[in-house]
């Protein structure tokens, strides 16, 4: 009997070890949400992170990377300003002044730099050089100038992992501008989508696309595109929306992180609805 | 994953890592090549900040895949002719194929998609980027 697994195994052994391996692939598939595993990544992340942002800091030698981060900066500022004062001008007034209107969009930005980036049409992932030194934690919002990047889904000590909207994994509440439509927003893998919106909804080519007062892990007026193409499904009572992104990933080197955490915002006033303590 | 980016086609991005798995199949026989495409694959997952064993996956099938073609008496020629070129190709866009499959559950794709877009064309551009390796095979051996 050992013989014959001993022929067994010497002669089916690149097939045992594929099928090993490949069981151990989807095993860690799995397990992509545990806290070892992730304590693992976020150790090695950290590691490769600061090589790669060595290389990039001598790439970049002759640049004033500074002097642009403090002006990229500055423009998320007033881009972010820019949609709000839009919303306020859509907003009617006298309503604002009935519900004692405050504004709370006084955000906290950090700059950082993309030292790495998974470039696929799948799966979008940016590395950045900022982390929980910084203050960014999980589910932060990240932009630039121009509109939504992406969330921080990781963070290590320095650096931190932004999914960005060109992801299968990306799904965000969003609204029309102009109309105050709301939808979800995903990634097909070609295209952002707003699936099912229904066909008499107020929407049309070229409206502003903004992150929703309903998401709850974004905080509202986030500008994420404009809608570039609107087709009804089958039936005609629904229709589809192709949004055509603000940000071009490609092209984007720096980034904005909003210190903001709405869901904590969220989860403290449910517990006290609810009677607890946060 | 710095250069990467600046050498992609839109959506179409080389894989050089799965180049370095098929010379190792082509180097040391499919068992070796097998384990050398997991390991490849995990360091890839560890520092892209993807989802941690799809790469693993997809590249694991791609050394056993390559070691198919592993011959000890022909190992030159595999790694100096255009013949590596074709294992490359077959290797990237199988490799391309399931590593998509495995990261896109959340979405709904074609086949035609999957096979064209992200199986046949990255295979071609990672072919491409194997042709500086058997040029320098070629020199090396004087052929």
């Given at each position: 009997?050992?013989?014959?697994?001993?022929?067994?195994?010497?002669?089916?052994?690149?097939?045992?070890?594929?099928?090993?391996?490949?069981?151990?692939?989807?095993?860690?598939i799995?397990?992509n949400?545990?806290?070892?595993?992730?304590?693992?990544?976020?150790?090695?992340?950290?590691?490769?992170?600061?090589?790669?942002?060595?290389?990039l800091?001598?790439?970049?030698?002759?640049?004033?990377?500074?002097?642009?981060?403090?002006?990229?900066?500055?423009?998320?500022?007033?881009?972010?300003?820019?949609?709000?004062?839009?919303?306020?001008?859509?907003?009617?007034?006298?309503?604002?002044?009935i519900?004692?209107?405050?504004?709370?969009?006084?955000?906290?930005?950090?700059?950082?730099?993309?030292?790495?980036?998974?470039?696929?049409?799948?799966?979008g992932?940016?590395?950045?050089?900022?982390?929980?030194?910084?203050?960014?934690?999980?589910?932060?919002?990240?932009?630039?100038?121009?509109?939504?990047?992406g969330i921080?889904?990781?963070?290590?000590?320095?650096?931190s992992?932004?999914r960005?909207?060109?992801?299968?994994?990306?799904k965000?509440?969003?609204?029309?501008?102009?109309?105050?439509?709301?939808?979800?927003?995903?990634?097909?893998?070609?295209?952002?989508l707003?699936?099912?919106?229904?066909?008499t909804?107020?929407?049309?080519?070229?409206?502003?696309?903004?992150?929703?007062?309903?998401?709850?892990i974004?905080?509202?007026?986030?500008?994420?595109?404009?809608?570039?193409?609107?087709?009804?499904?089958?039936?005609?009572?629904?229709?589809?929306?192709?949004?055509?992104?603000?940000?071009?990933?490609?092209?984007?080197?720096?980034?904005?992180?909003?210190?903001?955490?709405?869901?904590?915002?969220?989860?403290?006033?449910?517990?006290?609805?609810?009677?607890?303590?946060? | 994953?710095?250069v990467?980016?600046?050498?992609?086609?839109?959506?179409?991005?080389?894989?050089?890592?799965?180049?370095?798995?098929?010379?190792?199949?082509?180097?040391?026989g499919?068992?070796?090549?097998?384990?050398?495409?997991?390991?490849?694959?995990?360091?890839?997952d560890?520092?892209?900040?993807?989802?941690?064993?799809?790469?693993?996956?997809?590249?694991t099938?791609?050394?056993?895949i390559?070691?198919?073609?592993?011959?000890?008496?022909?190992?030159?020629?595999?790694?100096?002719?255009?013949?590596?070129?074709?294992?490359?190709?077959?290797?990237?866009?199988?490799?391309?194929?399931?590593?998509l499959l495995?990261?896109?559950?959340?979405?709904?794709?074609?086949?035609?998609?999957l096979?064209l877009?992200?199986?046949?064309?990255?295979?071609?551009?990672?072919?491409?980027?194997?042709?500086?390796?058997?040029?320098?095979?070629?020199?090396r051996?004087?052929?």
């Open positions: 009997m050992p013989q014959f697994i001993r022929v067994f195994l010497s002669k089916f052994k690149e097939y045992i070890v594929l099928v090993l391996l490949l069981i151990l692939s989807l095993v860690l799995t397990l949400n545990n806290d070892k595993v992730r304590n693992v990544r976020l150790y090695t992340l950290g590691f490769f992170a600061s090589l790669n942002s060595s290389l800091q001598l790439t970049s030698v002759f640049e004033n990377t500074e002097y642009i981060e403090s002006l990229e900066k500055h423009n998320a500022e007033l881009m972010l300003e820019n949609n709000r004062l839009r919303i306020y001008g859509l907003e009617n007034q006298k309503l604002n002044d519900l004692n209107f405050q504004s709370t969009t006084n955000y906290k930005i950090e700059t950082a730099k993309i030292i790495s980036r998974l470039v696929s049409k799948i799966n992932y940016f590395i950045i050089n900022k982390g929980i030194e910084n203050e960014i934690s999980e589910g932060m919002p990240v932009i630039t100038d121009e509109g939504f990047v921080i889904i990781e963070s290590s000590e320095n650096y992992v932004v960005t909207f060109e992801n299968s994994l990306f965000v509440a969003v609204k029309i501008q102009r109309s105050n439509v709301n939808g979800i927003l995903n990634w097909d893998g070609k295209n952002l707003i699936n099912n919106v229904p066909t909804d107020d929407v049309e080519v070229g409206d502003r696309v903004v992150i929703s007062e309903l998401s709850s974004l905080p509202p007026t986030i500008p994420v595109g404009i809608v570039s193409e609107k087709e009804s499904t089958v039936s005609g009572v629904l229709s589809n929306l192709k949004i055509k992104p603000f940000v071009e990933l490609n092209s984007t080197r720096n980034v904005m992180v909003i210190k903001v955490h709405k869901s904590n915002e969220l989860d403290s006033l449910l517990y006290k609805i609810v009677g607890g303590e946060k | 994953m710095s990467i980016p600046m050498i992609s086609i839109g959506s179409v991005i080389p894989d050089l890592v799965i180049i370095v798995v098929v010379g190792f199949s082509l180097y040391y499919q068992f070796f090549g097998t384990i050398f495409g997991a390991f490849a694959g995990l360091f890839f560890l520092v892209s900040g993807g989802v941690l064993g799809s790469a693993m996956f997809a590249k099938i791609g050394g056993f390559a070691g198919y073609f592993y011959n000890e008496n022909k190992i030159d020629y595999n790694t100096s002719s255009m013949f590596f070129l074709l294992i490359v190709f077959l290797t990237a866009a199988i490799n391309s194929f399931f590593y495995l990261t896109s559950s959340e979405i709904k794709l074609t086949t035609s998609y096979i877009e992200q199986g046949i064309l990255p295979g071609i551009y990672t072919t491409f980027f194997a042709l500086p390796v058997i040029i320098y095979n070629q020199r051996k004087g052929l």
